[in-house]
């Protein structure tokens, strides 16, 4: 395949999980006060606490999505917020 054949061709969707995508900004909402370090609690975030608030929303989720939601909004806090 040639450079220019390349550029053109379709690229398929790499992003998995869109349902978590989807609900991704409310799912944050809810999280954002467990990594605020204003809530820390000896210096400790309440990090476990959050999986069960995700869990009590959205309780159609599995443990698996729930910790990807976790993972990726503990991260985005961490790069200054959403």
């Keep these: 395949m040639t450079e220019a054949t390349e550029a053109e061709a379709p690229t398929s969707e790499r992003r998995q999980h869109l349902e978590l995508r989807e609900i991704f900004d409310e ?6 006060p467990f990594f605020n ?3 820390m609690w000896s210096g400790h975030t309440h990090e476990h606490l959050a999986y069960r608030a995700i869990h009590e929303r959205f309780p159609r989720l599995s443990g698996e999505q729930v ?9 985005v806090f961490a790069e200054g917020g959403h």
């Design 37 to 39: 370090p204003d809530n």
């Design 27 to 32: 799912a944050y909402d809810v999280l954002e």
């Design 67 to 75: 910790l990807i939601l976790v993972t990726a909004a503990k991260r």
